[in-house]
């Protein structure tokens, strides 16, 4: 059978490792810490730094595709991988959800709602914003963030300046405030053969900034369904996409607003594992091994809840739980706001 690359060894990548083995493939992860996640259950581990080429070049030819599970693998990189062999989801997806502004500009561009958003280059800039935009609105650097990291949120313009001086001159975005009802995400899959697939949308509660639970179904009625499924095949076929997509959408009464796309396995997709027959990594794998997609039909009510740092004082309870499903990464360290595991509850 094929081999799959997947450059990040963290726990989306031993999740995606876990679905590949299923299905009868080899796993290599590239990853440059030592004692990843993912390297527990992969095949074979590469521990290199996203610098060295000739580590890359090694690892691109020991596999038949590569993919990857976080979007900041730097350009270089994928430059030298994509010479010996195919990259999916490819590289405009990554290029475009690199950079907050890029994907905005992208998401508006398709006639897609967002927040009112404006680029910040400097101190100059970030009045000029305030002036067209208000507050309250949060401040985002352009790169690099997740997990609400990097973002400062603006009560009025006083705010402004300490929170941008903080960003040490990072190139930032303000984005208007969405006085969302609740946010829900799409995961969202295209084979290359181009069909499209949706998991049922479900519903997201972040706390600090991470996601702490996401619930399926969703309390979207119909139209707002619909809706939510054909924004996510607008962005899949816009990027000729390959793989599984992740879209956070905010509800609002004026209808659904885009918030952000991560071209890869979704944190709220993990309530998949236990809801449907086929979850979004075995979907992910499949698209980009060229298969056809599975049947991501939800069969049961979900809630997932991710362990974060300290809950994993929660374990041995929670996996005494009736109709729970406990899931561990095996991190060596755990560490507050680090995401250790989840649970999905089955709850009808
Ligand atoms: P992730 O871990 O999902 O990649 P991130 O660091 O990229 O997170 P965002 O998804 O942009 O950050 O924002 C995190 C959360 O902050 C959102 O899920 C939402 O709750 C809130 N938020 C972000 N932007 C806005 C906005 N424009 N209006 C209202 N709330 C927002
Ligand atoms: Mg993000
Ligand atoms: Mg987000």
């Not at 449907?276 to 069969?299: K, M, N, T």
Request: hydrophobic letters at 40%.
């Amino acid at each position: 059978g094929a081999t799959i690359g997947i450059l990040g060894g963290g726990q989306l990548g031993r999740m995606l490792s876990v679905a590949a083995s299923r299905l009868g493939l080899r796993c290599h992860i590239y990853e440059p810490s030592d004692n990843p996640p993912a390297g527990q259950v992969a095949d074979a581990v590469t521990t290199a730094p996203y610098e060295d080429a000739e580590a890359l070049g090694r690892f691109a030819r020991s596999v038949d595709v590569v993919t990857y599970e976080f979007e900041n693998v730097p350009t270089a990189a994928l430059d030298t991988i994509e010479e010996i062999v195919p990259i999916r989801p490819g590289r405009e997806a990554l290029r475009i959800s690199q950079d907050r502004l890029t994907e905005k500009t992208f998401l508006r561009d398709l006639g897609l709602q967002v927040a009112p958003f404006a680029d910040i280059a400097d101190t100059g800039a970030l009045a000029q914003a305030l002036a067209l935009i208000g507050t309250p609105s949060i401040l985002k650097t352009r790169r690099f963030g997740y997990d609400g990291k990097g973002q400062a949120r603006l009560q009025d313009a006083q705010d402004a300046a300490t929170a941008y001086a903080q960003m040490q001159d990072q190139p930032a975005l303000l984005e208007g405030f969405v006085d969302f009802s609740f946010e829900v995400s799409v995961i969202a899959a295209r084979s290359s053969a181009g069909e499209v697939a949706c998991f049922d949308p479900g519903e997201n509660v972040h706390k600090d900034g991470i996601l702490r639970t996401t619930t399926v179904p969703a309390r979207l009625n119909a139209a707002q369904r619909t809706d939510a499924v054909l924004i996510a095949a607008r962005i899949l076929n816009a990027l000729d996409y390959t793989g599984v997509l992740g879209v956070e959408l905010f509800v609002t009464p004026a209808g659904l607003v885009v918030n952000e796309i991560a071209p890869r396995v979704h944190n709220s997709g993990h309530w998949t594992q236990n809801g449907c027959v086929v979850d979004q990594f075995e979907q992910h794998i499949r698209a980009i091994a060229g298969w056809p997609l599975g049947d991501g039909s939800r069969y049961c009510d979900v809630t997932m809840e991710n362990l974060i740092g300290d809950d994993m004082d929660r374990v041995a309870a929670l996996s005494a739980e009736k109709n729970t499903a406990v899931h561990l990464y095996g991190k060596v360290e755990t560490k507050p706001g680090r995401k250790m595991g989840h649970v999905n509850r089955i709850t009808g």
